[in-house]
């Protein structure tokens, strides 16, 4: 089952621009992590926040967290045609063992 | 950081045919692995859970006879697709927790994307 759902879907920017995508889960959480995953490829994890944790930074990446609205988000600064891939937030599954992976932001980087 | 390689990284085999994916932790041990499956412009969605020395444990909806999964020691999980069907067709993807500090942390192996015609 997917834990909740990534807003927007797809994001067409310009390098140079930034990038913020928005996640929200559903169930009360440790913490929550971000991966990107480029095309046919393999998931490279990004950042992982706790849940006492309101903000975390990572180079070009900014994640937020609020506890009370159930969401998180990825910014990511000057954005580069690199950055292009599909980036998912994961939570752990009732278990607390494996991940549940949201929908997924599609994000095209133009030069 | 640790490793968790996949084999195949791609196979195509024929309608009706069984198909073996290996999963291996390369420097660490894992008890558990953890199976998904991605269709195309998709997100992961969870499988299994692959459990040494004991039955594997599957997600709702998933026929366990036809995903078979055997965890043969604590380096290698397999996943076996049988009598596949193009409907199968998919990006395999498998994890391994590896134990940091008073938690876990997912490392996952690149991948098998399975074609079936």
């Known amino acids: 089952s997917q834990q909740g759902e990534e807003d927007p879907q797809a994001l067409s920017i310009q390098e140079g621009e930034n990038a913020t995508m928005n996640c929200s889960y559903k169930?009360?959480?440790?913490?929550l992590q971000w991966y990107r995953q480029n095309s046919g490829r393999g998931l490279v994890h990004l950042i992982l926040?706790?849940?006492?944790?309101r903000e975390k930074h990572s180079g070009r990446l900014r994640v937020t967290l609020d506890t009370s609205k159930k969401s998180s988000s990825l910014l990511i600064t000057a954005s580069r045609a690199a950055d292009t891939a599909s980036y998912f937030c994961?939570?752990?599954?009732?278990?607390?063992?494996?991940?549940?992976f949201g929908k997924g932001t599609t994000l095209s980087v133009s030069s | 950081g640790a490793v968790v390689s996949q084999h195949p990284s791609w196979v195509i085999c024929k309608s009706g045919t069984s198909v073996k994916i290996e999963c291996r932790s390369l420097?660490?041990?894992?008890?558990?692995m953890f199976w998904y499956r991605q269709f195309p412009k998709q997100s992961l969605m969870l499988m299994a859970t692959?459990?040494?020395?004991?039955?594997?444990?599957?997600e709702q909806g998933v026929e366990k006879d036809k995903f078979l999964i055997n965890h043969a020691s604590l380096t290698l999980s397999t996943l076996t697709v049988t009598s596949a069907h193009p409907e199968d067709s998919s990006f395999y993807i498998c994890?391994?927790?590896?134990?940091?500090?008073?938690?876990?942390?997912?490392?996952f192996g690149p991948g098998t994307r399975l074609t079936v015609t």
């Open positions: 994890s391994a927790p590896k134990e940091v500090g008073q938690g876990y942390e997912q490392y």
């Open positions: 169930t009360s959480i440790n913490n």
């Open positions: 926040i706790r849940s006492n944790e």
């Open positions: 994961a939570t752990a599954n009732q278990a607390g063992t494996a991940l549940i």
């Open positions: 420097d660490f041990q894992a008890t558990t």
């Open positions: 692959s459990n040494e020395g004991s039955k594997a444990t599957y």
